[in-house]
């Protein structure tokens, strides 16, 4: 495999990678729960993995309209990367939606 077309600035694995691409392949599929055990999976291997835990939140905004916890995936990944544009944006909408539950 080539590797991915974006800079792998996370120096994340091969192995990672894949699974990160298999996870965004269910989620285009509606295959919620496949997607969400991949990237948990990946989480327990290393807890501190921007890219699934953005996604996670995206899964939990997005499609399952859980904004507490697209919150709470978005506050970590700023914990551990106070200057990640696209997490504070997220954030900040899915904040919003949280005022109307």
Known sequence: MSGPVWR???DLT????E?????EDHMDMMEINE???ILLAI????????????I??????????DFERAVEFYDK????EPDNAWARDERRR???YQSYD
């Open 8 to 10: 792998n600035v996370y």
């Open 94 to 96: 899915y904040r919003r």
């Open 35 to 37: 997607a969400e055990s």
């Open 56 to 65: 996670l939140a995206h899964l939990h905004g997005r499609h399952l309209s």
């Open 43 to 54: 989480l327990d291997e290393v807890s501190d993995c921007i890219p699934a835990l953005n």
């Open 14 to 17: 091969e192995g990672q990678i």
């Open 77 to 80: 990944v700023l914990s551990l």
């Open 19 to 23: 699974r990160l691409d298999k996870a």
